[in-house]
């Protein structure tokens, strides 16, 4: 029981990390957006609009799964999709925290993913007991959230985070997601990745259907 | 009247680039036909219509009609673009087009009288011009940075346009041949800039505030910037070519800004510094 346990939390968390990592080291992001911001004259502005170009995308996420979860929600009384209702656009702003790390290179990057490799093992250590899929995604959903807080209160001297609808126009929003999106899927890893997600999670609706 | 709606949505093409689209759009104008200018150029503002920002519209006469057209949504749109064989596409072009009045006065006359450059533009320019250009004056532009990136026009080339041996003499000769006192320096690379204050030192007056390194530029290290320092860009670019074509003599790269320098001029007293340069004709330019 313990071992299907620790497999089930294993292959999540998997999951989650890969599908972060990807996004965190896309070649666009790393070789040619980091590159171009480094002598720019505002660089806490540049990353306010990514911040809010995240932000956007996240609860542009919520919307799209709402729907997918209402339409399935009458032929699939699946609970799962409530938790991947957060989980998606948690992992997308997570993402945001993570490249400003990448872009700084500090230690505050590690002591970011130490703490939240702490709330795993602490989460993996209370929950054991339970072979429940809906309450490990659950809790990645608050991990994840947890991982937010912590990057945001560690991060937040470098940052000046504001919410504005301006950056909803943003003409940069558009060219950052046609690149970003054009170089995620030029991988090969990240076709295999995606491929590999959506026949798990089909197998997981189709085992707990019947 | 018809309306015709330019449209430009572009991250690569500079201020330059932009007006000479425009003018070739007023240039194959039909008769009793309205220009409206949409140029969505995100080098130069994040959010609002460019044309707008730094012009006025070619017919703000007929604001009122133009704006009930749209209303009604009784317009065409067109893409801007270039055509190969125009007097306006520098790249690949002979020389001589850009030194004949039957081709360049005709395209004078239109600029004259529909790319009109907002009030601040205006007032910029006549407190510079009273401060600084009151002595005869040369006007340098050294175009340089991302133009010899690896798929721009002039890719791997910087060689070719070398300060010593090909920019130097030719300042130092027209200097001499028009008695000059000042040099008006419109370049932001940092290579020329630092080798032009070496040489000529006190001689130099210089607006843009923004330098780049040899391989960066404005359509490479400009994209992601706030509004205000896109919209910074835009201003010191048009100044710059204004106060070109306001000096007694003009030495040019290729580049629009130039272009769009010597469609401003009265005379032909400018050269280009880099004649002897192939461009690659028509390449597909990628910023990024």
Not at chain 1, 12 to 19: A, P, W, Y
Not at chain 1, 151 to 167: A, E, P, Q, R
Not at chain 2, 96 to 125: G, S, V
Not at chain 2, 201 to 208: A, E, G
Request: glycine letters at 2%; proline letters at 1%; charged letters at 20%.
């Amino acid at each position: 029981m313990t071992l299907v346990l620790t497999a089930n939390f294993l292959l999540v968390l998997l999951i989650i990390e890969i599908s972060k990592s990807l996004m965190v080291n896309n070649y666009f992001v790393n070789n040619l957006f980091f590159p171009a911001i480094k002598n720019s004259s505002n660089k806490k502005e540049i990353f306010n609009w990514l911040f809010n170009l995240f932000f956007l995308c996240s609860i542009i996420s919520i919307i799209f799964i709402s729907i997918i979860y209402f339409l399935i929600f009458v032929f699939i009384k699946n609970f799962l999709f409530l938790f991947l209702l957060f989980l998606i656009p948690l992992i997308i702003l997570n993402s945001f925290f993570m490249i400003y790390q990448k872009f700084l290179r500090r230690e505050k990057s590690m002591l970011i993913k130490f703490s939240s490799s702490t709330l795993y093992i602490i989460f993996f250590i209370i929950f054991f007991n339970y072979k429940n899929y809906d309450l490990i995604i659950f809790g990645f959903t608050v991990i994840i959230l947890l991982e937010i807080i912590i990057s945001y209160f560690i991060l937040k001297n470098k940052l000046t985070l504001k919410i504005s609808g301006n950056y909803a126009k943003d003409f940069r929003n558009y060219y950052f997601v046609k690149k970003f999106t054009k170089f995620f899927f030029k991988l090969q890893i990240t076709k295999i990745f995606l491929v590999n997600i959506a026949s798990i999670t089909l197998i997981i609706i189709m085992l707990k259907t019947y | 009247m018809q309306l015709k709606i330019i449209k430009l949505n572009t991250e690569i093409l500079g201020i330059g680039g932009n007006i000479l689209l425009a003018l070739e759009a007023l240039n194959n104008r039909k008769k009793n036909e309205l220009i409206y200018f949409k140029f969505n150029n995100f080098l130069y503002s994040n959010q609002f219509n460019l044309w707008d920002k730094f012009f006025a519209q070619p017919f703000a006469e007929y604001t009122d009609v133009i704006e009930k057209k749209i209303k009604k949504k009784n317009f065409i749109i067109e893409y801007a673009q270039i055509k190969k064989n125009s007097a306006l596409n520098y790249v690949g072009n002979n020389y001589q087009i850009l030194m004949d009045p039957k081709i360049i006065e005709p395209l004078r006359a239109k600029f004259k009288k529909y790319i009109i450059f907002n009030d601040f533009l205006k007032k910029k320019f006549l407190i510079f011009k009273s401060r600084y250009l009151k002595k005869r004056t040369i006007s340098v532009h050294l175009r340089g940075t991302d133009r010899f990136r690896v798929g721009a026009h002039f890719e791997n080339q910087r060689n070719n346009f070398d300060f010593l041996s090909t920019i130097k003499p030719s300042i130092i000769k027209n200097i001499n041949k028009f008695n000059i006192e000042k040099i008006f320096l419109a370049t932001d690379d940092e290579q020329y800039l630092k080798k032009m204050k070496q040489e000529f030192k006190k001689k130099i007056i210089k607006l843009n505030s923004t330098i780049y390194s040899q391989a960066d530029g404005v359509h490479f290290a400009g994209i992601w910037e706030c509004e205000t320092h896109k919209n910074k860009l835009a201003t010191e670019a048009i100044l710059d070519s204004i106060i070109m074509s306001n000096c007694n003599y003009s030495l040019l790269s290729q580049s629009n800004i130039s272009i769009m320098t010597l469609l401003m001029r009265n005379d032909y007293n400018y050269d280009f510094l880099d004649k002897h340069m192939k461009s690659t004709p028509y390449v597909k330019v990628k910023a990024l």
